[in-house]
């Protein structure tokens, strides 16, 4: 039977000092949130030089 109790998170990564993501710290993130049951759902920015979210998920 499938799980149909969720619980959400939403993680926000702001840019560096020049409005610019590095990908190495962001699937740092990701792994570590990963290892503790989170799965990536969604990820959005909603302009240039704005944070990006991410949003995820985990059976609860």
């Known amino acids: ?3 149909d109790r969720w619980s959400y998170q939403v993680v926000e990564i ?3 000092f020049w409005g610019n993501h590095k ?3 962001i699937q740092e ?3 570590q949130l990963g ?3 989170w799965e ?3 990820a959005v920015q ?3 030089l704005r944070p990006i979210r991410l949003f995820l ?3 609860s």
């Open 1 to 3: 039977m499938a799980n």
């Open 14 to 16: 702001k840019p560096g």
């Open 23 to 25: 990908n190495e710290p």
């Open 29 to 31: 993130r990701l792994n």
């Open 35 to 37: 290892m503790q049951g």
């Open 40 to 42: 990536l759902v969604n």
């Open 46 to 48: 909603s302009g240039p």
């Open 57 to 59: 998920k985990k059976p």
